[in-house]
């Protein structure tokens, strides 16, 4: 609500030719929030208020805009200002803008960029796709160890205003190694004259450019940094990741296993920018998967079909036993995967893992059995015969579930493979086709069918 009321007072602003005033309220605002708020206007709109932005925010807005938003904004904008734009972006935010947009927009934006800012592009775009080189930044502040804390403070001067963060620093030697790390508040309140070398922390955690970003972001969380150095085959700083990127990270990775876990193909673009065609792609290889191993479960039924029809009460309970056993497996395959996500389940905790399923499935089981009993005795009226079978079934389904969605996860982590393909789809296919077999080997001891 508020937002709306913001966008409505910008829009008069710039209806009523007010930029003064317009610019003057955009410069109190948020970054984020200004991109926010252009992003809910017109073309023409978001190009005017773009354009009356301050010089010193227009980029920083810029990199908070939707890729869209921001291929319009280059395609409107007249090379010098496009290019004022891209010089003044930080390498990583460019970098993450050419991902997404065609060959022909990326291939005009290295045109009209500075050959530093070039230079710094292709830098990163030959690091492997999520990898830690490729979401690094180059923009960051080195420091010799052999320089004074006056001549440190002095190059800070120079160079800060172009880095993505001056809080830490970084150390090196004279072959560009990193050998330690040095925090601004230290150089503040040490005197000018102490050596670098000396005041420096030396225990330094770097990570190296072609580990996955996934285990970058575990790095972050394990030591709770703010921005993390990244360093070659030689222990050479090549860059920095700092945790705004790591955030988008986390976000992309979550999207991922949240995707997989449905039986969605991963895709890199946000729904709405998604066309049908290539929703279609990403989602009919699972369903076409999932609908033929689901021919077991029939194929199950069929083999029963006599049985069934000497004892019909026992259809009725088909769906409900494979539903209780699916989401039962759904929820232990969910827990054991954010588990291992998040680094807290590893391959040796398996026998610790079925050990804690086994009773809580028991546990479940019979909570759900004892009231399922119940209900047969009260509303269904089914016979003891047929009471006991679904019951003891219900019991043995959700114990093989929760079984299944443990064990399938920490083998896959195991084989190499992503666990949150191993989530509810595949495993509540299994679970029903293990459901329908004891739920009629049951029947069959106990009923004599």
Known sequence: MEQLRELEELLELLDTKQYTRLRQHLSELNHADVAALMEEMEDVPTLKTFRILPKDMAADVFSYLDVDVQQYLLNSLSDREAAGIIDNLMADDIVDMLEEMPANVVKGILAIASPETRRDINHLLRYPEDSAGSIMTVEYVDLKETLTVDQAIARIRKVGVDSETINICYVLDEQRKLVGTVALRYLLLSDGDEIIGDIMHENVISIHTLTDQEEAAKQFKKYDFTAMPVVDNENRLVG????????????????????????????????????????????????????????????????????LSIYAALIAFIPMLMDTGGNAGGQASVTVIRGLSLGEIQYRDAFKVVWKEIRVAILCGLTLAAANFAKLMLFDRVGMGVAAVVCLTLVAAVLLAMLVGCLLPIGAKKLGFDPAVMASPFITTIVDALSLIVYFRVATVILGI
Request: aromatic share 8%.
């Open 240 to 307: 920095i990741i700092t945790v705004d990127d790591i955030v988008d990270i986390m976000e992309e990775e979550a999207t991922e296993d949240m995707e997989k876990m449905a039986a969605i193909l991963p895709s890199d673009k946000p729904y709405m920018r998604t066309t049908v065609g290539e929703t279609y792609k990403k989602r009919i290889p699972w369903l076409l998967l999932l609908m033929v191993s689901a021919t077991f479960t029939g194929a199950i039924i069929a083999s029963f079909e006599e049985a």
